[in-house]
């Protein structure tokens, strides 16, 4: 499917230098619109929304962010999260207005080992625009295992 | 015979429409030469139509800060446009308070110019100057932070207030289509007018950090401009506390500097939170500045130090270590130079703890 003007200028944002060194598209050479479709897809398929797991992200990065650089506890305890923030801010890619922490936040479960990486900005980008990046982009996020990963969290044992 | 006569007339109308929009193109995007009228006329700029306000202010050798370089997220780069300036876009909404959107106060890396503008800038902007420095040296602090220090040209001095910040340009290279400008703190001793050094940590996917990390080296020539911001020591003389980790160490050496030239004897505490001692800096000349400034004290904070670290100093988080050497902030100052979360989770504890919130200054840019 061709892409109109608005999709191709957010698409030219999303390439490599402009906002980021390698860009958000990685080796994808879908359409954006068949890009967020799929991923989009796969977590109602799942029963959740995009923005239940951006939510979800942002949740866990503002948990880190009280920490200041340490590690600390979220979701009873289940996992631990911390942040490497440097400073400055990244602008959203698609134009909302809406600038990230330049950080990254690793969740590690309860015996210490790592669950998942993020970007503030991929949590916004999930939550707002339903984006997960493009395939082979460094900062991309599988559905599957964020869905895994809010499931490990949020859900009741037994 | 008749599909290819149509496929013929569909790839010769696809092939006609394409020049036409090019011809547009050129002629409907081109805005001519279009004249920026600072401050009522008292200067007056001719530049090509098509850049943003900030690019044609900057080509104009007016320098404007911008601490994201243009790409809209810091805010920093506000103006008033009394004309000329088209509607406001989304990406400036987040930034402007109703009160400034009525008084046209406007961000310039957002717009472009089209037509004729009208725009005030501040007096003491037209004092930012632009370098051709070169990279004298390039040191690796540990194993995320480097220090650059930049050569101005010979015969060019620059003053500057400790705690004020550069923007620096970086070229074209890899993946990058145009050059791009960041800003970072100046941690030079204030002294020295020949040379601005600067401490810079590698941010994962940063166009900038990036090239300074993996391209920048001994010789090479750096544009400059500055120096920006009113981050700086009161004269209060109240005793202070100093927050920051990682590279928001710049503007305290440069602010010790000063101290320590001046014999400033004010009580003050640096609380340096790191995650491990391989992530700690320049902890020699925090322990001459020690020794030269009696009444200041370096406190580095591990949060998660390794069993090979050895490390009997403080742990836990670097705001709790704060509480505990100050357990009365009321009558104090805090000075933070960090991530936007680092700030946040400071001011939340410090004002937690009694300090009132206008003593608490940090880099506006974080």
């Given at each position: 499917m061709k892409e109109n003007p608005a999709q191709q200028s957010i698409r030219d944002r999303l390439?490599?230098?402009?906002?980021?060194?390698?860009?958000?598209?990685?080796t994808d050479k879908r359409p954006l619109a068949d890009i967020i479709a799929a991923d989009t897809g796969e977590v109602e398929a799942a029963g959740l929304t995009v923005r239940q797991l951006g939510e979800f992200l942002e949740n866990l990065h503002q948990t880190a962010d009280a920490g200041w650089e340490g590690r600390v506890p979220a979701y009873n305890g289940k996992v631990s999260v911390r942040a490497d923030e440097t400073l400055g801010k990244i602008p959203c890619p698609f134009t909302c207005g809406a600038s990230c922490h330049k950080a990254v936040v690793g969740v590690k479960d309860a015996d210490g080992n790592d669950l998942l990486n993020f970007t503030p900005l991929a949590a916004h980008l999930i939550a707002?625009?339903?984006?997960?990046?493009?395939?082979?982009?460094?900062c991309r996020i599988e559905p599957k295992k964020l869905i895994e990963l809010y499931r490990f969290c949020t859900e009741e044992a037994g | 015979m008749t599909f290819w006569i149509a496929v013929g007339s569909l790839v010769a109308i696809c092939g006609i429409l394409a020049v036409l929009l090019v011809i547009a193109d050129r002629y409907l995007n081109n805005y001519g030469i279009c004249k920026l009228i600072i401050n009522k006329g008292a200067r007056e700029e001719e530049v090509e139509g098509g850049d943003t306000l900030l690019g044609s202010l900057n080509s104009a050798g007016v320098f404007i800060p911008s601490a994201c370089g243009g790409q809209g997220s810091c805010g920093l780069c506000k103006l008033k446009v009394h004309s000329g300036a088209p509607p406001l876009l989304p990406t400036e909404e987040p930034h402007l308070s109703k009160e400034e959107v009525a008084d046209h106060v406007r961000l310039c890396c957002q717009l472009k110019v089209h037509e004729d503008m009208e725009l005030e800038i501040p007096?003491?902007?037209?004092?930012i100057r632009e370098f051709d420095g070169t990279v004298e040296s390039l040191t690796d602090l540990n194993h995320d932070i480097k220090r650059l220090r930049i050569a101005l040209p010979e015969g060019d001095e620059l003053e500057i207030i400790p705690g004020q910040y550069i923007q620096i340009e970086t070229p074209k290279?890899?993946?990058?289509p145009e050059p791009v400008y960041r800003a970072y703190s100046i941690a030079t001793d204030p002294r020295d007018k020949t040379h601005i050094d600067l401490v810079i940590r590698l941010v994962p996917e940063g166009i900038c950090t990036t090239y300074v990390f993996e391209h920048m080296k001994d010789g090479d020539a750096i544009k400059l401009n500055g120096p920006y911001g009113d981050f700086r020591l009161t004269d209060t003389g109240k005793e202070m506390v100093f927050i920051a980790g990682g590279s928001g160490m710049a503007p305290f050496l440069s602010m010790l500097a000063h101290m320590k030239n001046e014999n400033i004897q004010r009580k003050t505490s640096y609380f340096f939170g790191a995650?491990?001692?391989?992530?700690?800096?320049?902890l020699d000349e925090m322990k001459a500045f020690e020794e030269a400034l009696p009444n200041f004290k370096f406190v580095p904070c591990l949060s998660e130090p390794m069993p090979d670290d050895n490390w009997d100093g403080e742990t836990g988080l670097v705001t709790d270590v704060v509480k505990r050497h100050c357990p009365d902030l009321s009558d104090m100052e805090a000075y933070l130079c960090g991530s936007p979360g680092m700030c946040d989770a400071s001011v939340a504890a410090l004002t937690a703890n009694g300090m009132p919130e206008e003593n608490i200054f940090f880099d506006k840019f974080a």
């Open positions: 390439e490599p230098g402009l906002i980021s060194v390698e860009g958000f598209l990685g707002v625009h339903g984006f997960f990046e493009g395939k082979g982009s460094p | 007096e003491e902007l037209f004092n290279y890899k993946k990058t995650r491990a001692r391989r992530d700690l800096i320049c």
